[in-house]
């Protein structure tokens, strides 16, 4: 196997790993918008979710219980959302920009609390940690050229949560789709009088879907912390909800397109991190700074080539009044 083959695979492999915390967070703001509530707040809510995860998994010893924790956290801040857009209709993008500003000061304050390290938590022992997973026949397959490496290199050694990434695209796809309750999901964001006249609560539903968004920005903050990290770092999420939410919009709101764009930018992200201390002919080695901002400048460059050929449900961002 050539050094190539393998520094592709290789990359491909980071690809996918990389895009699990965006695929999740993408798809939070898709369950949400689709119900005409913007979430700018899927940065505040991962990195809320990313500290409970790796706070309660390094006090319990519990990765599991870490998930769970990080959820309920992040649906307490869902319905924090909800109760000021919804209920009393305020303005979504503030509400949204007040949670990442609150989270992103009251985690580290919160850490520097309770394990007094600069507010980071100390690294996880593998116990409170997702490991990554050997699927079947992967050492076995090794060997086979061409599709040993790909399976036991690209398709096995990820964490669960990865893996569940994946399959919630179908998952979430389906759910929009093909049942009733899919279908008064993307009516409500479309035309919430018809969905009033029809005797369905568009504030029930619009809850419902904030509810579920807050649910899968809970497992992508945990993912950052417990499975793709050993601990939480002040500002880990890095913008990871602000490309989770432009990929959301390249993908014009729809799961799979939505899916590739977060691997689009995972994988500029997992380049960026490969091209660190590499020199080019003429340029000499290529400055760090330059290198780091790529996933940034990749995502204005889509947008700005983009955002204007696509259309956001009808009520996004919208209130909902109801006629008395």
Not at 171 to 180: D, E, G, H, I
């Amino acid at each position: 196997m050539t050094d190539l083959w393998m520094q592709l695979l290789l990359t491909a492999d980071a690809t996918l790993r990389i895009s699990t915390p965006l695929i999740l967070a993408a798809l939070a703001g898709l369950c949400s918008e689709r119900a005409a509530v913007i979430d700018i707040g899927l940065e505040g809510k991962m990195l809320g979710g990313a500290f409970v995860a790796a706070t309660v998994s390094y006090l319990t010893g519990s990765a599991w219980l870490g998930l769970v924790c990080a959820v309920a956290a992040c649906l307490l801040l869902a319905l924090l959302h909800g109760f000021a857009c919804i209920t009393h209709r305020g303005n979504q993008v503030v509400s949204g920009m007040a949670i990442n500003i609150v989270v992103a000061g009251l985690a580290p304050t919160l850490g520097h609390a309770i394990f007094h390290i600069n507010g980071d938590t100390p690294p996880l022992p593998e116990g409170a940690r997702f490991m990554a997973l050997t699927l079947p026949g992967a050492e076995a397959l090794r060997g086979v050229p061409v599709l040993g490496p790909i399976y036991a290199e690209l398709i096995s050694g990820h964490t669960l949560l990865t893996y569940a990434a994946f399959a919630l695209i179908p998952c979430v796809s389906f759910m929009l789709y093909k049942t009733r309750f899919g279908l008064r999901l993307r009516a409500v964001g479309e035309n919430p009088e018809a969905v009033d006249t029809a005797g369905i609560s568009v504030t029930r539903l619009r809850y419902r879907a904030v509810l579920i968004a807050g649910a899968l920005c809970g497992v992508a903050g945990a993912a950052l912390s417990t499975a793709l990290g050993a601990s939480f770092i002040r500002d880990m999420t890095a913008g990871k909800g602000y490309l989770a939410l432009a990929a959301m919009i390249f993908g014009k709101w729809r799961p799979g397109p939505t899916a590739c764009a977060c691997l689009l930018f995972a994988f500029t992200d997992a380049l960026q991190a490969r091209l660190q201390g590499v020199s080019l002919p003429f340029v000499g080695e290529i400055p760090v700074q330059f290198i780091i901002m790529l996933p940034y400048v990749m995502t204005v460059v889509l947008l700005a080539g983009f955002v204007g050929k696509v259309t956001a449900p009808k009520a996004d961002g919208i209130p909902y009044v109801k006629e008395r």
